[in-house]
């Protein structure tokens, strides 16, 4: 009972009365927006790796390009994300904001694991499909877009919820580059404060419910795509 | 209106197509028979190039489709295709899947698009079904829907592979008849079938495959009652 008396009294002291919710608050902020300009970026560059990928197959004029897909997919996943991050931070982009450091960072690091998972989700989509698309004299790209893509979405759109997922806590090392996201915010709290039992544990709680929450609308999401397929079937 | 040309199709190093010569006029039924893996979906998926000849050409309307240089998405309108499975678009209502191409390609507006597709389906007496997806309708239903969405392109030619293989034996009816019909309104048609009593009654050609290679070919009566190869004989030993 006592110790539990005492965290909330130091926590209402710090977060509260000290007023330093507002780094929290600003830091969630900061997660928030490394996150879904990430996942934007990540998506992006994922789709266009995946149809590049996807039209090389038999167009030798893309061979080159389909190459330069493998090797940055291949260097992007063989080099740990804070080494990325601290790459791009002292040496690629030197003069921009870490903010901008970060998005850009995580977006390249995501969109090399992107590019699987809309690859594997084209994939799924019975080949029949393209050959019906093409038979009619559509073109390969018209065909993607009309006929493939729709129905990949399917299988897409809960992968991407989970690379979100795991964007989100990732992005718990952009303090490296001097990013105030939710991590490093409370770290700076803790320093000032040397309460490391009530702000780490904050710190893991906001992680985990943002994980909760996420998790919870994909699975709505989920429910929503295979209920839209079932309809089409009964 | 298709002319081949000593055509010749490798999957790596199996020959499945060995040197296919053949003249497909206006209003020609041609059915193409023949043993299993003989290479007759081969062919066929070589007419509009889903396949890539490794060898010969394909003369349509006067253009040879294996140049390099032909655009295909162009030709291939003017050459419908029903496949086995049907391949209609499962996210895409009845009527979405007949239009699309049309509105797409053919510039159609909606409303004229769906006038055609709605006039089509109704001839195939599918027209309450139009606000359908693909999945509700049995798979005699949607072979002819199938059948509707080459047409709603308004092809010259139309490409069949075994387009009542995948059906129950009480369904296969309703498709023949639609084929029927569409060869008595004077449509070019490509059929590869195991039907031999549609092959008899609407081709007015017939091509036996095997090996990659005409092995004879002749009027219905010719192939069917006067069998001239032991191949042919065999073969029809087996099926008829
Ligand atoms: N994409 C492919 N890659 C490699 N081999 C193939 C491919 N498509 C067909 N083949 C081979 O070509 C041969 C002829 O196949 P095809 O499908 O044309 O025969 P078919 O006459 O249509 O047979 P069926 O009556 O069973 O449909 C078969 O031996 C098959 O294994
Ligand atoms: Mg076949």
Redesign the interface.
Same mark, same amino acid.
Do not use: V, W
């Given at each position: 009972m006592q110790f539990f008396t005492s965290f909330y009294l130091k926590f209402v002291d710090i977060f509260i009365t000290r007023g330093m919710y507002k780094m929290v608050l600003s830091g969630l902020k900061n997660t928030a927006v490394i996150t879904l300009g990430a996942l934007a970026i990540g998506v992006a560059i994922g789709m266009v790796i995946a149809i590049v990928k996807y039209f090389a197959d038999d167009s030798k004029a893309l061979k080159p390009l389909a190459w330069l897909c493998d090797v940055y997919t291949t260097v992007v996943r063989g080099i740990p994300m804070v080494v990325l991050l601290m790459i791009f931070y002292y040496i690629i982009l030197v003069s921009a904001e870490g903010i901008t450091v970060g998005i850009i960072a995580f977006g390249i690091n995501s969109g090399a694991y992107m590019a699987e998972l809309i690859r594997s989700g084209i994939n799924a989509v019975?080949r029949?499909?393209m050959?019906?698309?093409?038979?009619?004299?559509? *073109?390969k790209l018209?065909t993607m877009r009309?006929?493939i893509l729709?129905?990949a979405v399917r299988y897409i759109l809960p992968a991407i919820g989970n690379e979100m997922i795991a964007l989100v806590k990732e992005t718990s090392v952009a303090g490296y580059v001097a990013v105030a996201e939710v991590t490093r915010s409370i770290f700076l709290i803790r320093n000032n404060t040397y309460e490391s039992v009530v702000t780490l544990t904050l710190l893991a709680a906001i992680y985990l419910v943002i994980v909760i929450i996420l998790t919870r609308l994909l699975k709505l999401l989920e429910r929503r795509l295979s209920n839209n397929a079932k309809?089409?079937? *009964? | 209106m298709l002319n081949v040309v000593n055509l010749e199709k490798h999957f790596g190093g199996e020959n499945v197509l060995n040197g296919i010569s053949t003249e497909i006029n206006k209003g020609d039924v041609v059915c193409v028979i023949g043993p299993s893996g003989s290479g007759k979906s081969t062919f066929l998926r070589c007419l509009?190039m889903?396949e890539k000849p490794t060898g010969g050409k394909i003369i349509f309307e006067g253009d040879d489709l294996t140049d390099k240089h032909i655009d295909l998405?162009?030709?291939?309108?003017?050459?419908?295709?029903v496949?086995q499975?049907f391949?209609?678009?499962?996210?895409m209502t009845i009527l979405e899947n007949l239009t699309?191409?049309p509105m797409?390609?053919k510039k159609r507006s909606k409303q004229q698009a769906q006038e055609k597709a709605l006039e089509l389906l109704g001839r195939v007496g599918l027209a309450d079904r139009a606000n359908d997806?693909?999945?509700?309708l049995s798979g005699g239903q949607q072979q002819r829907v199938a059948i509707v969405?080459?047409l709603c392109?308004e092809p010259d030619v139309m490409l069949f592979d075994e387009p009542t293989s995948a059906l129950d034996p009480e369904m296969v009816g309703e498709v023949l008849d639609v084929m029927k019909e569409l060869a008595k309104e004077g449509m070019t048609m490509v059929v590869v079938t195991h039907e031999m009593g549609f092959a008899r009654e609407v081709a007015n050609r017939i091509l036996f495959l095997a090996d990659g290679v005409i092995a004879e070919e002749g009027t219905p009566d010719e192939v069917f009652d006067h069998p001239q190869s032991e191949r042919l004989q065999s073969f029809l030993a087996k099926v008829l």
């Open positions: 019975d029949g499909q050959e019906a698309g093409r038979s009619l004299g559509m *073109s018209q009309k006929i729709p129905q309809r089409r079937k *009964s | 509009n889903l998405n162009a030709h291939r309108q003017k050459m419908g295709m496949f499975q391949n209609l678009f499962p996210h699309t191409a797409l390609l997806y693909p999945a509700q969405r080459a392109m």
